[in-house]
């Protein structure tokens, strides 16, 4: 049986990847107020953790994939790299991403190159560290997405994923699941002018394999030992392995 792709919008016969960088296209402008505000600013918490787990590796030469606006690689300059790389699919979450590396005088550590997370365009062991701040959902093919990533980091370097979850505490599970599905669709297409974006949002969690769901996604591809760290009672999802 064919699992069904979950896209921004169903009634288009586009592909998920068109449809995803279209869709970022429509909101990038009110994507970081939006992000914040309907995460009550925990996003920030998530990549700051995330970004720890990183210290205790080489982390010379960072790529972040989908890395939109650029927020988790102004918040990955902690660590001190020599260079950051961003790539994302949408051009209008570059220009923002862009305005705000140039606004922080940052334009010196860190890259922002418009291209597919699924065929990267960089030259393979290129990087010490991949790293993906909710952004693997959105991949039209995880696997060949996740083999990019392989491709492209050194022997011995690692990749960082920081994804949505679905969580199963009682309680947690539901208030989240009614969060998601109401509130958060309700404020995001009032703001964002964009009436899909904030129902795909918790469509696209649903159907994420997560935990060691996706680390087996890992092993299928070459990655070793990769963990999962769950957060805020399972809402979001740290997963780190190595090449």
């Known amino acids: 049986m064919t699992k069904k792709v979950i896209t921004p919008y169903s009634d288009s016969e586009k592909t998920k990847k068109q449809q995803v960088t279209e869709m970022f296209n429509n909101i990038s402008g009110k994507y970081d107020f939006l992000n914040h505000m309907l995460s009550f600013g925990i996003d920030k918490y998530w990549r700051r953790k995330t970004i720890n787990r990183l210290k205790k590796y080489n982390h010379d030469y960072i790529l972040d994939v989908a890395t939109g606006t650029g927020d988790f690689a102004i918040s990955a300059l902690r660590l001190n790299p020599k260079k950051i790389t961003g790539v994302d699919i949408s051009s209008g979450m570059l220009e923002v991403g862009k305005a705000k590396v140039l606004r922080l005088n940052l334009d010196s550590k860190i890259e922002m190159v418009l291209g597919d997370s699924e065929e990267l365009p960089f030259d393979e062991n290129s990087f010490d560290v991949v790293t993906v701040a909710f952004g693997v959902r959105n991949f039209e093919n995880l696997n060949r997405g996740l083999s990019e990533i392989n491709r492209v980091l050194k022997p011995g370097g690692h990749i960082a994923v920081l994804e949505f ?69 399972g809402i979001a999802s740290i997963y780190i392995a190595e090449k």
Not at 170 to 182: E, V
């Open 165 to 233: 979850s679905s969580p199963t505490a009682f309680g947690i599970k539901q208030f989240y699941w009614f969060y998601s599905t109401k509130i958060l669709p309700f404020f995001g297409r009032l703001i964002s002018k964009d009436k899909n974006a904030y129902t795909y949002l918790p469509e696209s969690v649903k159907a994420f394999p997560y935990g060691q769901q996706f680390n087996n996604e890992l092993i299928k591809v070459g990655f070793k030992s990769p963990n999962c760290e769950a957060l805020s009672f």
